[in-house]
């Protein structure tokens, strides 16, 4: 067999993947490790669906998505971040994934460099790898509340730096950037005329802090835009599987964009766009019992890891906890993840799955059933004061 291409050969292991699998094998293991929320889906939304295909609405639609999509994404992002966003700018895209894609397949040339956070979601580097580029971890360090720090970033850039990856709320870390940060964030791109592409797939969800999209602080005209917002419906309305979402673009790009996409999907499947119409613009029950849950969850599991004396990132978003394990992981957390599930049946992603800063710590999700949650979380060896 002929070889495969170096740059998929280099496309690291996706670790989460790897314990989550492993659980799935074993009978009765509490699987924290994946972030699926689990609650049924809104009946509109599964009709909505459904009706397109009792209608034979079947083929293909425009690359950007069909029209009242599309303007149901602008109403939302303008409605929350009071950005100036037309549907013109929106682009339906197959979920999260397919939206970082697109923005990096439309930026990055190989050998581009593309700051992403350190620790921070792995296919950040997966696909940037895949397009042959060279994604550099900027540090989000323990001692600083893993935000970023500027400086740490300014000192990164070279003449090959083409874009920066910000992502708030975090997976995995729970943590939200603030209003100056993102401010400030904005101002280091413009000075180095960097990209900005912005992952907001837990825009819905944060505690007691608003989310600020970095596209608020962006220029308004083509010369002036910088930021691709990647925004998805997989964490907001449970739709992991329809693979539905959306990329607000900085405006002028139009053709550009139909081009790419054409080349990458074409379109999304109808089926999954009109669900999607139906859940933005429909009830929104959904959202807020899932938020009240994951607020609920972060509070129990706070709670008992406090009783273990374990460390954690208290979580302002997302559905994650993000907990210190070192004294038990012995300095390979990959390793200890699955010693932890074949002796105690439970699955916590490794913190090396999001990059190097990660060794020692596990992200928990929050998203599942709370009596597993606790269970799993008392399983924990206890750490004992210094
Ligand atoms: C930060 C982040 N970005 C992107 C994605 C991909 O989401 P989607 O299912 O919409 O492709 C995820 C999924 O977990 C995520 O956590």
Known sequence: MPELAAHVRDVPVNQIREITEAAWRTPGALVLSIGEPGFPLPRHVLEAGMACLDRD??????????????????????EEQGCDVGADRVYVVAGAQQGLHLAMSLLLSPGDEILIPNPGYPTFAMTGRLLNAVPVGYPLYPENGFQPRPEDLEALITDRTRALVLNSPSNPLGAVLGGDLTRELMDLARRHDLWVISDECYEAFTYDVPHISPARFDGGTPGEARVFTSLTLSKTYGLTGLRIGALVCPPGLKQKMDNVMESIV????????????????????????????????RDAAS?????????????????????????ASGGDVRSWVRRFLADSGVALAPGTAFGSIGEGWVRVALCGRKEDLLEGLSRLPVRKPN
Do not use: K, M
Request: proline share 6%; with cysteine; aromatic share 12%.
């Open 57 to 78: 609405e079947t083929n293909y639609t425009p690359n950007a998505g069909i029209p009242a999509l599309r303007e149901a994404f602008a109403a939302r992002f303008r």
């Open 266 to 297: 074409s379109c999304v499947a109808a089926p999954s766009q009109y669900a999607a119409l139906a859940a933005l613009t429909g009830p929104q029950d959904y959202v807020q019992h899932a938020s009240g849950h994951y607020r609920e969850n």
């Open 303 to 327: 709670a008992v890891l406090d009783s273990l004396g374990i460390p954690y990132l208290q979580a302002q978003g997302a559905f994650y906890l993000w907990a210190d394990v070192s004294h």
